[in-house]
């Protein structure tokens, strides 16, 4: 196998954050719970410690849910690599005769009260196949710009541009 032109490594420091703080929520209500159920209360207040589990029991199944549904971002999130005749990314491989089209799309967020005040400004960079398949890559993990400016030039020098 040839060496990339470029490689586009993912930014994985958002999905960690959000998995060790899952993981960490989801041993304080562990623990919160089995102390409530172990907890010996009177007669006039079983009502509430047991609504007192069942909120736990459900912020468990959410954390657990929000650990599982990071856990599989992470394993989603891999490297692009940009080699002289094909594209490689978490989508699989694509080859530069199958791509139909690649660009930088700028989105922008504008303020309730004065829409002419613009919040934020993301940038997501599209590949569209010419099958009608489309990739996107958001710049909260990649380098976008200089992927789309990477890819651009080889995809255009092949269609003749």
Known sequence: MDT?????????SKESLQLILALVATLIMTVAFFWLKARAVEEERLNLKRTGQMLLGFALI???????GTSL????????????DRVVSSYGEVPYEELKV???HT???SSIISPTIQLDTTHLAYFE???????????E??????LVYSVRPILDSLQGK
Do not use: T
Not at 4 to 12: G, R, S, T
Not at 129 to 139: A, C
Not at 141 to 146: A, G, I
């Open 73 to 84: 971002r992470l394993n989603q999130l891999k490297d692009v690599e940009v080699y002289a």
């Open 129 to 139: 196949e010419k099958k009608g398949r489309s990739y996107v890559f958001s710049e």
């Open 141 to 146: 993990h990649y380098d976008v710009e200089q």
């Open 4 to 12: 990339p032109l470029y490689i586009f490594e993912a930014d994985h």
């Open 62 to 68: 959410i954390s657990i849910g929000s650990i599982f």
């Open 102 to 104: 690649v660009y930088l």
């Open 107 to 109: 989105g922008h967020q």
